[in-house]
T-cell receptor, first 107, second 117 residues
Framework: AQRVTQPEKLLSVFKGAPVELKCNYS??????LFWYVQYSRQRLQLLLR??SRESIKGFTADLNKGETSFHLKKPFAQEEDSAMYYC?????????FGQGTILTVHP | DAGVIQSPRHEVTEMGQEVTLRCKPI?????LFWYRQTMMRGLELLIY????????DSGMPEDRFSAKMPNASFSTLKIQPSEPRDSAVYFC???????????????FGPGTRLTVL
């Protein structure tokens, strides 16, 4: 069965510091992975997907099949990045989400 | 388009009462999903529909939970009888059909915060 693990429930950094939100997955097939974000008082929304290989709001995520990871990174965190982040794996027509990481960026 | 619409936004009820949550997906979307969000378990998929037909309800916690989609523009999630442990935020999401084996983006509603006393 597929599984997504986000080991950090809470992550705090200072503005301008690098940030990495960890995500590991377990899946027997070829994975399709996403990062979703939920800012305060806003809806959960797609941040990026691995097949797009794009950078959104300065964030990037590289799929590492050897380590079964899809960590989300940003070299210089901003206060507006504070939010709940979910990693998700697509399979059999549905998404399996991790437990989420609350990122707080301090001024 | 107003996006996915959910009602009510907040619901407070007493244990044993019936609760009905409502969702209107984005027009033209083929898939509808119901999720539950708690601090302990994160975001869990309860059930999803494709073209109004339930496809996978393995995430529905127990028989007290039921979901329907009578037409393409409306779905309900019902809890009867409700219990305090059902307190959570319930999200509805919709997406277009899967094409070329590529999973389409899910668009989420604002959620319903349910409190069962």
């Amino acid at each position: 069965a597929q599984r997504v693990t986000q080991p950090e429930k809470l992550l705090s950094v200072f503005k301008g510091a690098p940030v990495e939100l960890k995500c590991n997955y377990s899946y027997s097939g070829s994975p399709e992975l996403f990062w979703y974000v939920q800012y305060s008082r806003q809806r959960l929304q797609l941040l990026l997907r691995h097949i797009s290989r794009e950078s959104i709001k300065g964030f990037t995520a590289d799929l590492n099949k050897g380590e079964t990871s899809f960590h989300l990174k940003k070299p210089f965190a901003q206060e507006e990045d504070s939010a709940m982040y979910y990693c998700a794996l697509a399979s059999y027509g549905k998404l399996t989400f991790g437990q989420g990481t609350i990122l707080t960026v301090h001024p | 388009d107003a996006g996915v619409i959910q009602s009510p936004r907040h619901e407070v009820t007493e244990m044993g009462q019936e609760v009905t949550l409502r969702c209107k997906p984005i027009s033209g979307h083929d898939y509808l999903f119901w999720y539950r969000q708690t601090m302990m378990r994160g975001l869990e998929l309860l059930i999803y529909f494709n073209n109004n037909v339930p496809i996978d309800d393995s995430g529905m916690p127990e028989d007290r939970f039921s979901a329907k989609m009578p037409n393409a523009s409306f779905s309900t999630l019902k809890i009867q009888p409700s219990e305090p442990r059902d307190s959570a935020v319930y999200f509805c999401a919709s997406s277009l059909a899967i094409l070329a084996r590529r999973f389409n983006e899910q668009f989420f509603g604002p959620g319903t915060r349910l409190t069962v006393l």
